[in-house]
Each structure stands twice: as C-alpha cells, then as structure tokens.
C-alpha cells in the first residue's frame, strides 16, 4: 500500500498545547516535513522539558502510532517507519501525542504552516511557548493542580514534601527558550 505524504523539503510549523490545564502551556516549534515520528517524540520530549522515562504513543483520526521496539505488545503502527508529511497533510491538520500512560499526558499538535524548505532555518527549533511543562511522575492534571497549590502555600500541609520533591527552583511559569533551543540543537 502506497502512503501519501507531502513534500520532503517542507518545513512544519507546528502549535502544540497540553490538554486540560489553564493557563495553556504550549509550544511553537519547526520541524522538518520530513521528520520521522520516533524523532518528532524526542523534540516534544526537549520542548516540554520531560525525560523520556515513559511509553507515548501518536494518534490521528484514523490510526495509532507506537515505538514498537520499546513497548513490544504495541498495537498500532511501528512510529519508526512514518513521517510527520505522511499524518499532517495540510495546514490545520492534527493528532495527539500521548506522554505517560499513567499521568496521561497529552499534546494537541496542529499543522499551523507548511513554510518551504530554508537551508538557513534551523529545524527543529522553538519559536516561542509560555509556561513549564508539568514535571515527570506528578499525578496528571490532578496531581499537577494539587502540587501546584502545595508550592504556593506555605501552610499546605505538604508543601515542605512538595517543594523538595519538585525543587525549589522550579516555576510553573517559567519557558526557557534559549536552553529549549539549545537541547533541540542536539538533534540530528
């Protein structure tokens, strides 16, 4: 079965939220069209600020995408072997990305342009986002809310707890685009 996709030389401009939690968090970013999903993972994995520690799987409308060789009982396509041209076809189009089966994490990625190819744009790159991802193994929305309200309050009967297991130089309100991008800048 032949796959469509897009143009190979394209550059994705991509608007990525996370679900259920406000203030948005959110991230712009370009990639390559071309991109393959199990590298797209690791580029949403610097950009949110997570360590890789947990199974994520891609969804669009019609089908699921897995990293088959970390989870071997996966059930949908093997995330290796498509491209971001072959999901997002054209402007507006979306899929899910889910981090953290157990918290639940999940990013809403949409299309927002298809810019052609510039040998002078580095990709993958940040543009510009607000607001730090949720820390690993937090609890999901639920426990991220929760550990949210015992940071910011000093007679919360956990914030001491709270604070040392999160750090006390962590702000939910900080977005460091200039270490983002630097990570990014990693990828090959």
């Not at 590298?39 to 600020?49: E, P, R, S, T």
């Not at 989870?71 to 981090?99: C, H, T, V, W």
């Amino acid at each position: 079965m032949k796959r469509k996709k897009g143009s190979s030389k394209n550059t994705y401009q991509l608007y990525v939220t996370l679900f259920g939690i406000e203030p948005q968090i959110w991230r712009r970013i370009l990639v390559p069209g071309s991109m393959i999903l199990r590298q797209f993972h690791d580029v949403l994995q610097i950009a949110f600020g997570w360590e890789d520690y947990h199974l994520h799987s891609f969804r669009t409308k019609k089908k699921y995408y897995e990293d088959a060789e970390m989870n071997p009982e996966a059930e949908g396509e093997d995330e290796r072997k498509f491209k971001l041209n072959e999901l997002l076809l054209k402007q507006g189009s979306s899929m899910i990305y889910e981090y953290d089966f157990g918290d639940g994490w999940e990013l809403h990625i949409v299309l927002e342009k298809i810019l052609p190819f510039d040998a002078k744009q580095k990709a993958p790159v940040c543009l510009e986002g607000e607001r730090s991802a949720p820390p690993e193994d937090c609890g999901g929305i639920w426990g991220y809310s929760e550990l949210l309200e015992a940071i910011k309050d000093s007679s919360h009967p956990e914030h001491e707890e709270m604070l040392e297991w999160v750090g006390e130089d962590f702000d939910p309100e900080c977005f460091d685009l200039k270490e983002i991008n630097k990570d990014l800048s990693e990828i090959n």
